[in-house]
């Protein structure tokens, strides 16, 4: 349809060609040469043809751009209707052959969009047409006399030879359009299924879109799963190794040591360092650490007790900082370290420190990181106050609650240990059991206040005076004993007597009570005069004894 109405459009072009040498024959012919007679109608006449081809021309322009012109019934009225306009320009108008060629091309046309069956209806009626025309001009040439076509057989034989050459022009284009037509159904019909199938094609590939985001959706998720489930994997490793080292280790030096030694193996950082805070003096002090450099060290624990980790330990709030300004961490300074991350060990009753890892790299941790560090450090403080509580709880099992030395219970479990120590790396092992002399008079005296006051400052002098590897405990009321490691008879008694005097020249002072104390001591060793414990107790014992029965204030050894 649309190339058809392209036709149309030509042949109104045509049309308003054939027009413009309508009007110039009207000018020259008429206007321009007045001579001779003319056989033609008058000008009237011939402008009266003239305006109405140009307006049938307009209005199958206005048909065609309204979308009227192929209405079927439209099509064959204008068709029919346009026949005797053009041929009656041709005889009335003089044009002679112009009216066959627009009359063959308007065959061309109505062949192409009416089919074979009109354009042999139109050729017919064309020549019908014709022949009434051409019997209408002969009319008027002879003066409105009624005359014959058979007058003239030339113009019949002329005539007749058009139409047959139109008739076989209508077979030749009818062929033509079939073909054309029957190409363009075959096309059409292609590419009606080139289309379905481009639409079944856009239709998967719209379908595998979908699955493919699907499966990048889908993987995406997995990925982000994956990464969710190695993260909580490690926390949930590191969290095992230090709720083991929690469970094994009761010494806090040893614990600390352990859990940083698992922050530099899980997170990856060039330095970790625990921070403890001494509540007395409100002052952070470096615990354990993993530098080495001696210059580091120092600005370390020179500069640890900036207003940021302070801050960060009395508000219980996490520190991440991915680009490290020295101005406000100057332990950081000279020591090309760019990030660190910082977390309170505290739990609801202490503010144990900190724990500070560092990098030399920009940007080096994130959220996930600090999620991490935060979990470790609130299981170390709670790590810490539970060895903490232990050490407290070993002390009220092992220590005497008033003098502050061991008891007695535990006592016999290192003269045990030390005896079986002993035997193993054959050494000397001695001991020695103190009385105070007359310690009943200063109760009475005085009062158990007093007497007390006097346990505690012989286990005071006892404490000082003696080396650090000695045990001393409380064994009785008044009775102390003491277990000297690697250490002969004769060392033993020289210690001992030297301890004696120090606490003879002592004087105990209270308010308004002032007194001088005297002990007596009894003193063995392993192996010399016992072979195992409770020997080496006995022959002590019977030692002192003999101190008491000799005057006391004196120290004895077994005869």
């Known amino acids: 349809m649309e190339k058809v109405s392209k036709y149309e459009l030509v042949f109104i072009r045509f049309t308003w060609i054939f027009i413009g040498v309508i009007a110039a024959h009207i000018v020259i012919l008429d206007i321009g040469m007045q001579t001779g007679k003319n056989v033609y109608p008058s000008t009237a006449a011939k402008l009266c043809f003239f305006t109405l081809a140009i307006l049938f021309n307009i209005i199958k322009y206005f048909l065609i751009k309204k979308d009227l012109l192929f209405r079927k019934k439209v099509y064959h009225i204008l068709r029919l209707a346009e026949v005797p306009v053009i041929?009656?320009?041709?005889?009335?108008?003089?044009?002679?052959?112009?009216?066959?060629?627009?009359?063959?091309?308007?065959i061309l046309i109505t062949s192409f969009y009416g089919g074979r069956k009109f354009?042999?209806?139109?050729?017919?009626?064309?020549?019908?047409?014709?022949?009434?025309?051409?019997?209408?001009?002969?009319?008027?040439?002879?003066?409105?006399?009624?005359?014959?076509?058979?007058?003239?057989?030339?113009?019949?034989?002329?005539?007749?030879?058009?139409?047959?050459?139109?008739?076989?022009?209508?077979?030749?284009?009818?062929?033509?359009?079939?073909?054309?037509?029957?190409?363009?159904?075959?096309?059409?019909?292609?590419f009606m299924e080139i289309a379905n199938k481009y639409e079944q094609l856009a239709a998967a590939q719209e379908e595998i879109k979908s699955q493919n985001y699907k499966l990048r959706e889908c993987n995406s998720k997995l990925e982000d799963a994956n990464k969710k489930f190695m993260t909580s994997l490690a926390e949930l490793f590191t969290l095992q190794q230090i709720t083991q080292a929690i469970s094994s280790i009761l010494d806090v030096k040893e614990l600390l040591k352990s859990v940083n030694d698992i922050i530099i193996g899980v997170m990856g950082v060039s330095s970790s360092t625990i921070i403890l805070y001494d509540e007395k003096k409100g002052r952070l002090r470096v615990h354990t650490t993993n530098i080495a450099n001696r210059k580091e060290l120092v600005i370390l624990n020179d500069n640890i007790n900036c207003q940021k980790l302070l801050a960060a330990l009395q508000n219980g709030e996490p520190i991440l900082e991915n680009f490290v300004d020295m101005e406000e961490y100057p332990f950081a300074e000279g020591r090309g370290i760019h990030s660190l991350l910082c977390v309170p060990l505290t739990t609801k009753a202490r503010k144990f420190g900190l724990v500070l890892i560092e990098h030399k790299y920009f940007n080096a941790f994130d959220d996930n990181n600090l999620r991490l560090l935060n979990i470790i450090g609130q299981q170390v403080g709670i790590a810490m106050e539970n060895v903490e509580l232990y050490q407290r709880m070993h002390e009220m099992a092992t220590i005497d609650s008033l003098t502050g030395i061991y008891n007695r219970l535990?006592?016999?479990?290192?003269?045990?240990?030390?005896?079986?120590?002993?035997?193993?790396?054959?050494?000397?092992?001695?001991?020695?059991?103190?009385?105070?002399?007359?310690?009943?008079?200063?109760?009475?005296?005085?009062?158990h206040l007093f007497g007390d006051k006097v346990l505690k400052h012989i286990a005071q002098l006892m404490k000082k005076s003696l080396r650090s590897g000695d045990i001393i405990a409380r064994y009785g009321?008044?009775?102390?004993?003491?277990?000297?490691?690697?250490?002969?008879?004769?060392?033993?008694?020289?210690?001992?007597?030297?301890?004696?005097?120090?606490?003879?020249?002592?004087?105990?002072?209270?308010?308004?009570?002032?007194?001088?104390?005297?002990?007596?001591?009894?003193?063995?060793?392993?192996?010399?005069?016992?072979?195992?414990?409770?020997?080496?107790?006995?022959?002590?014992?019977?030692?002192?004894?003999?101190?008491?029965?000799?005057?006391?204030?004196?120290?004895?050894?077994?005869?």
């Open 87 to 106: 041929l009656s320009v041709m005889f009335f108008e003089g044009i002679g052959g112009w009216a066959y060629i627009m009359l063959m091309f308007l």
């Open 119 to 190: 354009s042999f209806i139109l050729v017919g009626y064309a020549f019908l047409a014709n022949v009434v025309l051409k019997y209408l001009f002969y009319f008027h040439l002879n003066e409105y006399k009624f005359i014959s076509l058979l007058e003239s057989p030339e113009d019949i034989i002329y005539m007749f030879s058009i139409y047959l050459g139109f008739f076989l022009f209508t077979v030749f284009c009818c062929m033509l359009y079939k073909d054309n037509y029957e190409n363009e159904q075959q096309n059409k019909k292609l």
């Open 410 to 447: 535990y006592f016999q479990e290192r003269l045990r240990e030390e005896i079986a120590n002993a035997k193993k790396e054959n050494y000397d092992l001695s001991l020695a059991i103190m009385d105070i002399d007359h310690f009943k008079r200063f109760n009475d005296t005085f009062g």
């Open 477 to 559: 009321g008044e009775e102390f004993v003491i277990l000297l490691p690697r250490t002969s008879i004769k060392e033993a008694y020289d210690k001992v007597e030297r301890l004696r005097n120090i606490i003879a020249k002592t004087t105990i002072k209270d308010e308004l009570v002032e007194a001088s104390v005297t002990v007596s001591f009894g003193v063995s060793s392993y192996p010399e005069f016992s072979n195992n414990e409770s020997e080496l107790l006995k022959s002590a014992d019977n030692a002192l004894y003999e101190a008491k029965e000799s005057g006391r204030n004196c120290v004895r050894i077994p005869s």
